[in-house]
Every structure is written in structure tokens, then in C-alpha cells.
């Protein structure tokens, strides 16, 4: 049964009040954000287009471009619009369904990244029943628990965002909508459900983090038994893959499993998961990856063979 409130939008602080800061903010955001989007929709028509890309780790890749994507998205263009406005409202219900989107394709982000430490571990460890394990059909059973998981996340946000009573401050210190700036604003005893989010939010972040590291770890001791040209290939996918857990992990832990207590610090560490590590990650893996790269610049020479010709 959800509580009624008397507020019907919210008014965003974000990240300063300053015109000729948010004039900055404006330009780093539009940068960020076009590369976000060209370094993952690269990466998507890339290993769309190209079959040497055909293994299950470039199947789990395009997903992962895919929701980083998709979770820029639900941040970016708004922040890059509110930067030109003198003061940023948004709708009660525009906030709850940015909370939404923001956790699942975050939630989505989690479970692609154990997915993808899971075809490392089987891949390294397990390679001669490799291709049985990770079949075309498990792969894309695994993708859809993922996108159902997360959808039961978000859901259990929503749950708690709407749960909560507003009956006067509108002000959210935040350049987006998310559970711990809107609970600042309730009017009642918000304990038990602070509690759920750091249960919620910050158990996910935690337990897969925890879980990530533990199998890198395996992964990492079970080289000592492969070839020298076997383990250099291996540790440069692995050192990819943690140097991405780390980036997204490190945030997300220190936001979302702690008290309801918030830091000057904290809307500047948000902006890195939620709009710095979508634009790193496409670097992260193509800069570290040849054959990443060399079905980019196949597809670049296709490209340009194609325009020739016409």
C-alpha cells in the first residue's frame, strides 16, 4: 500500500548552482556522453558484424556494451539538459521510473560482469568442456536470468521509493534521483528502509564483488599450469576484466552500503559509475584486446571499401 504525498516533482540541486560551472559541466558531460555512446555501439556493431567474434566472452561483451549504454543513458542527456537550465525540476513519476532504469541497467551491469568471470573460469579452467559448458543456448539462458534479476531489483526499489511519504521539501542534493538523496526528503522514520536498501543495493554490490574477486583470484593461481603464450593471453583478459570490476565496484560499494549518511564527495564519486566507467570500459577492452581491435579495423576497411564503391 503505498503512501500519499504532496509533492508532484522534485526540484535538482545537482552538481553545482554556479552558471559558469555548469556551463563546464555541460561540455564534460556531452563529451563523456558522445563517447559512451560511440565506444559501445562501436563495440556492439563490431561484434555484431565480425565472426571471429563469435565466442561466448564477446557474447557476454556486447551485452555489457549494451548496458552501459543503456545506463549512461538513463543519466546523461537529462543532467546534460538540467546543466543549461537555471533550476532542474522533474515529475514525480519521471523521477520514480529514472530510479528504475538507473538500478536495472546497473543491476544488469553486475550480473554481466560475473557472467563474464564465469566464462573466464571455464575457459581457463575447464578448456576442454569449454564449448559444451558455454554453449550458444546456456549463454543466452544466463543473459535472461540476468535481465530477469534485475528487473526484480529494480522493482524492489521502486517499492521502497514509493513507500516513502513527501509532505514538504522538494530539494533533492543530487544531479539525478535515487533512493538515498530521496530519503533525505521523507517525512517519516526512514531506518527500516534504509536498512532494505543497504540490503538490497548494497548486499548486490557487495556479495558480486566479493564473488568476482574470489574467482579472479582461482583463475589467476590456475595459470601456473598453461603455456607461457597461454598465460600472457589470459592474464591480459583477466587484468581487463578486474581493472572494470574495480572501477565499477569501488563506488557503488561506498555508496550504497553505508547508513543513511551522505558525503560532499558522494555526488562526485556517483558521477564516475555512472557516467565515467560506461565511457572507460569500451577503452579498457579494445586497448587491451587484438582481436577486438583487429575486427574494428576490419570492419573500419569494409566500411571504407563500401563507400568507394559507391
Known amino acids: 500500500m503505498w503512501l500519499s504525498n504532496n509533492v508532484t516533482e522534485f526540484i535538482l540541486l545537482g552538481l553545482t548552482q554556479d552558471p559558469f560551472r555548469k556551463k563546464i559541466l555541460f561540455v564534460v558531460f556531452l563529451l563523456f556522453y558522445m563517447g559512451t555512446l560511440l565506444g559501445n555501439l562501436l563495440i556492439i556493431a563490431t561484434i555484431k558484424t565480425s565472426q571471429a567474434l563469435g565466442s561466448p566472452m564477446y557474447f557476454f561483451l556486447f551485452y555489457l556494451s549494451l548496458s552501459d549504454t543503456c545506463f549512461s543513458t538513463t543519466i546523461a542527456p537529462r543532467t546534460i539538459v538540467d546543466s543549461l537550465m537555471k533550476e532542474a525540476s ?27 568471470a564465469v566464462d573466464r573460469y571455464v575457459a ?24 530477469v534479476g534485475s528487473c526484480v531489483h529494480s522493482l524492489v526499489q521502486i517499492f521502497l521509493a514509493l513507500s516513502l511519504p513527501f509532505c514538504g521539501p522538494n530539494k533533492i542534493d543530487h544531479y539525478f534521483c535515487d533512493l538515498q538523496p530521496l530519503l533525505k526528503l521523507a517525512c517519516s522514520d526512514t531506518y527500516m528502509i534504509n536498512l532494505l536498501l543497504v540490503s538490497n543495493s548494497g548486499a548486490i554490490c557487495t556479495v558480486s564483488f566479493l564473488m568476482l574477486m574470489v574467482s579472479y583470484v582461482i583463475i589467476l593461481r590456475s595459470l601456473r599450469n598453461h603455456s607461457a603464450e597461454g598465460r600472457r593471453k589470459a592474464l591480459s583478459t583477466c587484468i581487463s576484466h578486474i581493472i572494470v570490476v574495480i572501477l565499477f565496484f569501488g563506488p557503488c560499494i561506498f555508496i550504497y552500503t553505508r547508513p543513511a549518511t551522505t558525503f560532499p564527495m558522494d555526488k ?8 565515467g566507467t560506461p565511457l572507460l570500459n569500451p577503452l579498457i577492452y579494445t586497448l587491451r584486446n587484438a582481436e577486438v581491435k583487429n ?15 559507391k
Not at 90 to 103: G, L, M, N, Y
Not at 129 to 136: F, G, Q, V
Open 295 to 309: 575486427a574494428m579495423k576490419n570492419l573500419w576497411r569494409k566500411k571504407l571499401i563500401s563507400d568507394n564503391r
Open 90 to 116: 522533474i515529475s514525480f513519476s519521471e523521477c520514480i521510473i529514472q530510479v528504475f532504469t538507473f538500478h536495472f541497467f546497473g543491476c544488469l551491469e553486475i550480473f554481466i560482469l560475473i557472467l563474464m
Open 124 to 147: 581457463i579452467c575447464k578448456p576442454l568442456h569449454y564449448m559444451t559448458i558455454m554453449s550458444h543456448r546456456v549463454c543466452g539462458m544466463l543473459v535472461a536470468m540476468a535481465w
Open 268 to 275: 562526485m564519486i556517483a558521477t564516475f559509475y555512472s557516467i
